[in-house]
């Protein structure tokens, strides 16, 4: 095993997280309502194997021995989402008692080991009855999240400071809205684009609120940038197909939460889709409400080049038809993710650019296939050596000038991995999903290594070769 040695400022924040719907379980306990994961996972074809989140990792009734392993781990922070239709089964109205029950013993479970709470309010688990309401493409859902959000803050806040409003609604619109991936699954260039928007007032509605019902709190939002790069001999074509692309994964968010605009371009791009009338006077003053810190979730870059002539150019993301995505570059992970340091560090540079704030990365981590070996450890070498070259790219960074404030490793535990099921595994701690049983992985105990050396003012010593 190589040696990682590089060091991190003090107060360096070291954690780990996991989303609702992906480790909870529980699905019809205690009140909890639908949510269109439920119902998108039921529908045939949808999820590999036919996979559901009915019982994921059993999170729900295993708490205690899930923050045992984060102290074990010596986690700083967990950063965990709540499920919106276990406090508000139908959406809105009364909320759910045993839901605020179960996400209460947990914060204090967490507190009570040392470790800090970190909250995201929504990771992608919408209730299933405000879909019905229109969900995303609704304009009411500002006012529906926010009412959500403060249920939440008044239950929480006086135990929890950080709160995210949204995960990746990158996700949440383009890949559910548009592509179709995703929970509800349609496949609408223009939805993607209204879902976004309004994700994004949903965001900035709720940030005041939530800054009013949690003293001292400190907000955020947590986006997927991801570095588009075009072919090495690209021409004007390419560079065209680069600032689309580049404009939907990224700039659709950037442009309007920390510039009050969509990017450059963009509203002419997607003109034959829409007169863009659901942006309304004084939406996008409210999306750029000022935030503390800017969550980011980066994997893998992406590249993309224009079609040629004669070729089938359509593309489901809005004001990208022409636009074609290339194979990734190896090494590849088990997703056949491209891994690449260097766009994880470019990309933590222009998240700090764009945002002008303290930068969290609230995921990152590699799927491989993982197995217990016969000695009851798993060995996973890859995702080890993923864990340092991307935390090498993280002290760049910070060499660079870029305020990184924490690493939250994706994921704690091996779970529901959305539309792959059960079939991929990103966690450091192996789960079997049949008996529950929990294994640290070598990479989670490098991990505590790491951790341990910062926590001691030190580097890293060598690891015991396995």
Same mark, same amino acid.
């Given at each position: 095993?190589?040696?990682?040695?590089?060091?991190?400022?003090?107060?360096?924040?070291?954690?780990?997280?996991?989303?609702?719907?992906?480790?909870?379980?529980?699905?019809?306990?205690?009140?909890?309502?639908?949510?269109?994961?439920?119902?998108?996972?039921?529908?045939?074809?949808?999820?590999?194997?036919?996979?559901?989140?009915?019982?994921?990792?059993?999170?729900?009734?295993?708490?205690?021995?899930?923050?045992?392993?984060?102290?074990?781990?010596?986690?700083?922070?967990?950063?965990?989402?709540?499920?919106?239709?276990?406090?508000?089964?139908?959406?809105?109205?009364?909320?759910?008692?045993?839901?605020?029950?179960?996400?209460?013993?947990?914060?204090?479970?967490?507190?009570?080991?040392?470790?800090?709470?970190?909250?995201?309010?929504?990771?992608?688990?919408?209730?299933?009855?405000?879909?019905?309401?229109?969900?995303?493409?609704?304009?009411?859902?500002?006012?529906?999240?926010?009412?959500?959000?403060?249920?939440?803050?008044?239950?929480?806040?006086?135990?929890?400071?950080?709160?995210?409003?949204?995960?990746?609604?990158?996700?949440?619109?383009?890949?559910?809205?548009?592509?179709?991936?995703?929970?509800?699954?349609?496949?609408?260039?223009?939805?993607?684009?209204?879902?976004?928007?309004?994700?994004?007032?949903?965001?900035?509605?709720?940030?005041?609120?939530?800054?009013?019902?949690?003293?001292?709190?400190?907000?955020?939002?947590?986006?997927?940038?991801?570095?588009?790069?075009?072919?090495?001999?690209?021409?004007?074509?390419?560079?065209?197909?680069?600032?689309?692309?580049?404009?939907?994964?990224?700039?659709?968010?950037?442009?309007?939460?920390?510039?009050? +605009? #969509?990017?450059?371009?963009? =509203?002419?791009?997607? *003109?034959?889709?829409? &007169? $863009?009338?659901?942006?309304?006077? /004084?939406?996008?003053?409210?999306?750029?409400?000022?935030?503390?810190?800017?969550?980011?979730?980066?994997?893998?870059?992406?590249?993309?080049?224009?079609?040629?002539?004669?070729?089938?150019?359509?593309?489901?993301?809005?004001?990208?038809?022409?636009?074609?995505?290339?194979?990734?570059?190896?090494?590849?992970?088990?997703?056949?993710?491209?891994?690449?340091?260097?766009?994880?560090?470019?990309?933590?540079?222009?998240?700090?650019?764009?945002?002008?704030?303290?930068?969290?990365?609230?995921?990152?981590?590699?799927?491989?296939?993982?197995?217990?070996?016969?000695?009851?450890?798993?060995?996973?070498?890859?995702?080890? +050596? #993923?864990?340092?070259?991307? =935390?090498?790219?993280? *002290?760049?960074?910070? &060499? $660079?000038?870029?305020?990184?404030? /924490?690493?939250?490793?994706?994921?704690?535990?091996?779970?529901?991995?959305?539309?792959?099921?059960?079939?991929?595994?990103?966690?450091?701690?192996?789960?079997?999903?049949?008996?529950?049983?929990?294994?640290?992985?070598?990479?989670?105990?490098?991990?505590?290594?790491?951790?341990?050396?910062?926590?001691?003012?030190?580097?890293?010593?060598?690891?015991?070769?396995?």
């Amino acid at each position: 095993m190589e040696t990682f040695d590089r060091t991190f400022p003090d107060g360096f924040l070291w954690g780990a997280a996991t989303a609702s719907y992906q480790i909870e379980g529980a699905t019809t306990e205690d009140g909890r309502g639908r949510s269109i994961w439920d119902t998108f996972s039921a529908v045939p074809g949808k999820v590999a194997g036919g996979d559901t989140g009915e019982v994921a990792c059993d999170h729900y009734h295993r708490v205690p021995e899930d923050v045992a392993l984060m102290r074990d781990l010596g986690l700083d922070a967990y950063r965990f989402s709540i499920a919106w239709p276990r406090i508000l089964p139908d959406g809105t109205g009364t909320p759910n008692p045993a839901g605020l029950a179960f996400y209460d013993r947990l914060v204090d479970e967490l507190r009570g080991a040392g470790i800090r709470p970190v909250v995201t309010l929504y990771h992608w688990d919408l209730p299933q009855a405000l879909d019905d309401r229109g969900g995303w493409l609704s304009r009411d859902v500002a006012g529906w999240f926010t009412d959500y959000a403060a249920v939440v803050v008044d239950a929480l806040g006086d135990r929890v400071t950080h709160w995210t409003t949204l995960n990746e609604p990158w996700c949440s619109s383009v890949l559910s809205y548009s592509i179709g991936a995703h929970a509800p699954g349609h496949e609408d260039p223009l939805e993607g684009l209204v879902a976004a928007h309004h994700l994004m007032l949903a965001h900035g509605t709720a940030v005041p609120v939530i800054r009013d019902r949690c003293a001292g709190a400190e907000v955020s939002i947590t986006l997927n940038p991801t570095q588009v790069w075009g072919p090495d001999d690209g021409d004007e074509l390419d560079a065209d197909a680069v600032r689309r692309a580049d404009n939907v994964f990224n700039g659709l968010f950037f442009g309007p939460i920390f510039h009050g +605009a #969509y990017p450059d371009g963009m =509203l002419d791009d997607t *003109a034959h889709l829409t &007169d $863009h009338a659901f942006i309304r006077d /004084g939406d996008l003053a409210t999306i750029s409400a000022p935030l503390d810190t800017l969550g980011v979730n980066n994997y893998f870059p992406t590249r993309v080049r224009a079609a040629r002539d004669g070729e089938d150019g359509r593309n489901p993301m809005p004001g990208c038809d022409g636009v074609v995505e290339t194979a990734p570059r190896p090494p590849l992970t088990a997703m056949g993710w491209e891994q690449s340091p260097e766009s994880h560090r470019l990309i933590l540079e222009r998240s700090a650019r764009e945002s002008g704030l303290p930068l969290y990365i609230t995921e990152n981590g590699s799927a491989w296939d993982d197995t217990v070996s016969d000695d009851g450890r798993v060995h996973d070498p890859e995702r080890v +050596a #993923y864990l340092h070259d991307h =935390l090498g790219a993280v *002290a760049d960074a910070i &060499d $660079h000038g870029v305020d990184v404030r /924490g690493y939250f490793a994706w994921s704690l535990l091996d779970n529901f991995e959305w539309a792959y099921g059960y079939g991929k595994r990103f966690g450091i701690v192996h789960v079997d999903y049949d008996t529950q049983v929990r294994t640290v992985k070598d990479s989670g105990l490098e991990y505590a290594r790491i951790i341990a050396a910062h926590r001691a003012g030190r580097a890293p010593e060598p690891a015991a070769r396995s």
